[in-house]
């Protein structure tokens, strides 16, 4: 593939390389590794792409396919103590009658996040479809939901939520090693961008959006099914950190399951619940 265009993205680690390729017919997001040089700290964004993507299409919802490479077969970007990039598709024009698509960010120029939920409230789109996105970040703790981290798509009918997208900062992906002995993966609970923590997302979710039935699927049976199916993703990572990352997602699973968003599960109250 050839190179587009190439630029780094300031994130809450440090900086994150990536790149626009082509096949000469399709567009294709390239992103290595967050760095921070204060700390010589890094991320693992291009396992949590993957690894959230196969758990969202395992829980049949909406989510941008992404995929491991070895960055060997992308020189121009940047990893930093990481042999792979995570690459995904761009949604393409023309597609079902779409014209285009746009930030959450850019369509409510500049409003407070507060404001910005009440907006979408009054708009036509889907309430299910923001819970569903709202969700799946509570399940892979996706700590890095802001407003130009979820699109709206315009096609000839009128506008739709975006399939769900950039789930980098999300299974672990920004902590360290002396972090994850601590907590063993468990206890980390941080949320953007109407609430602080998944906790708080969630009873907003339940209060405002309604969403009624989520899944569709036993969440248990899931999250067997998932690991099963990552075991080529986690062969490329650090065992302990693998571990970490099946408790974190087990943990929270099994919390949604008796939050009555799937057919069989009761009723809870969100009070820590991550925690």
Known sequence: MRLINKQATKTSLGCLSKGW???GKSNYLVKGNSNSEISSKYGFEPFSEVLAYRLGKLLKLPVIEYVLAPQGLFPDINTYNCDYVSVCKQIELGDGQLIGYCSWADLTNGKEVKDCFSFYLRSELSNLDLAKMLIFDAVIGNCDRHLNNFDVMLDNTGATLAPIFDNGASMLAYKSEAELKLYHGIGFDVSKPFKHTHTEQISLVKRRLNPGIIFEVQLDK??????????????????FRVQCIKNYVKHRLSFLED????QDGGDTDALNVFQ
Not at 223 to 239: I, L, R, S, T
Not at 259 to 262: E, G, S, V
């Open 21 to 23: 390729y082509t096949d």
């Open 222 to 239: 899931i999250y067997a099914q998932w690991v099963k199916e990552c075991d080529d993703v986690f062969n490329c990572m650090p065992g």
């Open 259 to 262: 939050f009555n968003f799937n």
